[in-house]
């Protein structure tokens, strides 16, 4: 999934697009919508649109989307088939145009084949729509996700 040199570079990439983080208020405010993503249910779909969606662009589920709640569920199915445990933990938000966020963070898996843990930077860019999430792309690569939103890299 993941070699050496790929977790180097992206450590590289996420230290320096960290150097323009916000690590304050609005990280917390982040960190409590990811609290109920991780959450789920009533608390979950009170902060996501109508027309949420779920976009992968990790080495992980490459290229796949998931729509609404119920492609929420199946994009917990599918992580669970690849991870005994997996934890999104933000540590910083780049603030983008359009109403969008960069949230930079730390990915913590188990694998569920090997059981090798891993501990990799990661990114993932929301996008509000009526004062509500509307969506987020996950992305392996955080240079590829400062280019998604106009950040420079």
């Given at each position: 999934?993941?070699?050496?040199?790929?977790?180097?570079?992206?450590?590289?990439?996420?230290?320096?697009?960290?150097?323009?983080?916000?690590?304050?208020?609005?990280?917390?405010?982040?960190?409590?919508?990811?609290?109920?993503?991780?959450?789920?249910?009533?608390?979950?779909?009170?902060?996501?649109h109508p027309d949420f969606?779920?976009?992968?662009?990790?080495?992980?589920?490459?290229?796949?989307?998931?729509?609404?709640?119920?492609?929420?569920?199946?994009?917990?199915?599918?992580?669970?088939?690849?991870?005994?445990?997996?934890?999104?933990?933000?540590?910083?938000?780049?603030?983008?145009?359009?109403?969008?966020?960069?949230?930079?963070?730390?990915?913590?898996?188990?694998?569920?084949?090997?059981?090798?843990?891993?501990?990799?930077?990661?990114?993932?860019?929301?996008?509000?729509?009526?004062?509500?999430?509307?969506?987020?792309?996950?992305?392996?690569?955080?240079?590829?996700?400062?280019?998604?939103?106009?950040?420079?890299?």
């Amino acid at each position: 999934m993941y070699d050496q040199h790929d977790v180097e570079t992206l450590e590289r990439q996420f230290n320096a697009a960290m150097e323009e983080a916000d690590t304050g208020s609005a990280l917390d405010a982040v960190r409590r919508i990811y609290d109920e993503f991780d959450r789920g249910g009533a608390g979950f779909e009170a902060l996501v649109h109508p027309d949420f969606q779920i976009r992968m662009e990790a080495v992980f589920l490459e290229a796949k989307t998931y729509k609404g709640m119920r492609g929420f569920k199946r994009w917990q199915d599918d992580m669970d088939e690849i991870f005994e445990d997996e934890r999104f933990q933000p540590e910083g938000i780049r603030s983008a145009p359009d109403g969008r966020w960069l949230v930079l963070g730390r990915l913590q898996i188990t694998r569920k084949e090997s059981g090798d843990e891993l501990d990799v930077p990661l990114a993932h860019v929301l996008e509000q729509r009526d004062r509500k999430v509307a969506s987020f792309t996950v992305y392996s690569d955080i240079s590829q996700a400062l280019e998604s939103v106009g950040l420079p890299v």
